[in-house]
Nanobody, 119 residues
Framework: QVQLVESGGGLVQPGGSLRLSCAAS????????MGWYRQAPGKQRELVAAITSGGSANYADSVKGRFTISRDNAKNTAYLQMNSLKSEDTAVYYC?????????????WGQGTQVTVSS
């Protein structure tokens, strides 16, 4: 019923920028925390950035000052603006969200979008 769909990934040169989007759809009463995770080859999935329903954001140290997470509650969408990209940012990026339907909170994952930073 509820789905998260990421978009905006692709190939970019070092120093470039990308903007990822995560749109939630389905039977949604409210959306709590949302976050972006990434997983590089041979590494564990890690939290990149998270944002509360009220707009408070937290970032991994590796992306502070370069990435910005935001959300549009009216559109049920979260964004990740990625600037000054580095090769080590190459990974599959996943959206995550806590979503409540009529009475129950559940955690959801998107399918992921590939971000490749290479010259």
């Amino acid at each position: 019923q509820v789905q998260l769909v990421e978009s905006g990934g692709g190939l970019v040169q070092p120093g470039g920028s990308l903007r990822l989007s995560c749109a939630a759809s389905g039977s949604i009463s409210s959306i709590g925390d949302m976050g972006w995770y990434r997983q590089a080859p041979g590494k564990q999935r890690e939290l990149v950035a998270a944002i509360t329903s009220g707009g408070s954001a937290n970032y991994a140290d590796s992306v502070k000052g370069r990435f910005t997470i935001s959300r549009d509650n009216a559109k049920n969408t979260a964004y990740l603006q990625m600037n000054s990209l580095k090769s080590e940012d190459t990974a599959v990026y996943y959206c995550n969200a806590n979503i409540r339907n009529s009475y129950l909170w559940r955690n959801y994952w998107g399918q992921g979008t590939q971000v490749t930073v290479s010259s």
